[in-house]
């Protein structure tokens, strides 16, 4: 049997209330099912509520709190979106610093629909080329980023999807921008 391709990779899935369900719960799966290890980090214990838009649907639970995450202990960050999740997190310090940390040490960062919210309000996006839901394009553009109308942008250690329909394009290069990472950190540590 071939060796899943994020064998024991570390990832945390930052989000909070009102994430779009397939936003997470799809990519999620597809991470496990390369053999990921993922952890939902949220502001708050407890569960979070899942969105199909602006229906509720499943709740998940939380492994970590925002407090108690140290962004050390992980090799990658997916940031869901859903309106009001990403708006919610992009006023939180300790998240906009969480993914600070993840691209100053040049981890993989997958950011999907409205999650680059939180890469705006962190000061990241300046000089980078994302794709988002199209109502945050001006956003973007007016962080000093170039925003693309593609179903997947990659840009250095990050990748970025307009919305759920584009999900098995992310996903597949999601999972290749994350294995990438774990190649380069098995070679340095050899």
């Given at each position: 049997m071939a060796e899943k391709k994020l064998n024991q990779l570390s990832v945390a899935i930052l989000a909070t209330?009102?994430?779009?369900?397939?936003?997470?719960f799809e990519p999620r799966k597809a991470l496990q099912d390369e053999g990921a290890v993922t952890k939902v980090v949220?502001?708050?214990?407890?569960?979070?509520?899942?969105?199909?838009?602006?229906?509720?649907?499943?709740?998940?639970?939380?492994?970590?709190?925002?407090?108690?995450?140290?962004?050390?202990?992980?090799?990658?960050?997916?940031?869901?979106g859903g309106a009001l999740n990403a708006d919610?997190?992009?006023?939180?310090?300790?998240?906009?610093?969480?993914?600070?940390?993840?691209?100053?040490?040049?981890?993989?960062?997958?950011?999907?629909?409205?999650?680059?919210?939180?890469?705006?309000?962190?000061?990241?996006?300046?000089?980078r080329i994302l794709s988002s839901y199209h109502t945050i394009q001006d956003d973007i553009r007016n962080a000093g980023g170039q925003w693309k109308d593609e179903e997947v942008v990659r840009d250095r250690n990050w990748v970025s999807s307009r919305q759920p329909s584009d999900i098995p394009a992310f996903n597949r290069e999601m999972v290749r921008l994350f294995s990438e990472r774990k190649a380069r950190a098995q070679g340095a540590s050899r």
């Open positions: 209330n009102n994430f779009e369900e397939a936003e997470l949220a502001p708050k214990p407890g569960k979070i509520q899942g969105m199909k838009h602006d229906e509720k649907t499943k709740a998940v639970e939380v492994d970590v709190t925002l407090d108690q995450a140290n962004p050390d202990d992980y090799d990658a960050v997916l940031l869901p919610h997190l992009r006023v939180e310090p300790k998240a906009q610093e969480f993914v600070r940390s993840f691209d100053r040490a040049g981890k993989p960062i997958a950011v999907i629909c409205h999650g680059p919210w939180l890469l705006v309000s962190a000061g990241l996006v300046k000089g």
